[in-house]
């Protein structure tokens, strides 16, 4: 009995593939570091393909660059920073990445993953990258930011979420060579 409640609870907190978010495999990451995030499609509109995913990435997150995926083309939105910073390599950078668009073709029975790598910033916080799946036929708009991190899995439509912690820290990441901004 115990076993049938256990593996009751455990489909509850799954969600359906139907159901299925946009979601980073790894959705936690140490502030200060950089981080490879892959977005995850499971599926497309319905019965309809995937042809275009787009994320923006939110304000405080001033390093950002997309995965190429053969067959897809890349479209990177920049805006310019209230205050520009400096490199690692000591240049000035004056815009950041506001939102990529990759466009393709994904078919709906199908998932895939887009890659984007990200210098985080040294404190903890948690972020939300509004995405928008455009298919054939229809849209799903992944842009809804709970009132609190703890409410994501019971938001409709959530944007995908990345929760920074602590201090910098100590993930093999940070001892490989980073190309400069």
């Keep these: 009995m115990r076993l049938l409640r256990s593996l009751a609870a455990l489909l509850v907190a799954v969600p359906s593939l ?13 502030a200060g570091s950089y981080y490879v995030g892959l977005l995850r499609v499971s599926h497309g509109c319905g019965d309809s393909p995937t042809v275009s ?38 240049g000035l950078i004056t815009q950041r990445v506001a939102a990529i668009t990759w466009t393709g073709t994904l078919p709906a029975d199908q998932f895939d993953q887009f890659g984007v790598m990200l210098k985080l910033p040294n404190a903890g916080q948690v972020y939300y990258f509004p995405t928008t799946q455009r298919c054939a036929i229809g849209v799903n708009a992944w842009v809804n930011t709970p009132p609190r991190p703890e409410a994501w899995h019971a938001t409709k439509m959530p944007a995908p ?14 001892h490989m060579d980073m190309p400069h901004h």
């Design 18 to 30: 139907a159901g299925a978010h946009i979601v980073f495999a790894e959705p936690t990451a140490a």
């Design 161 to 174: 979420m990345l929760t920074v912690t602590g201090g910098k820290g100590m993930d093999a990441m940070e």
């Design 53 to 90: 995913v787009r994320v923006e990435i939110p304000s405080g997150i001033d390093v950002a660059r997309p995965q190429p995926k053969p067959g897809w083309t890349l479209a990177i939105e920049h805006v310019p920073l209230g205050t520009p910073i400096r490199s690692e390599s000591g």
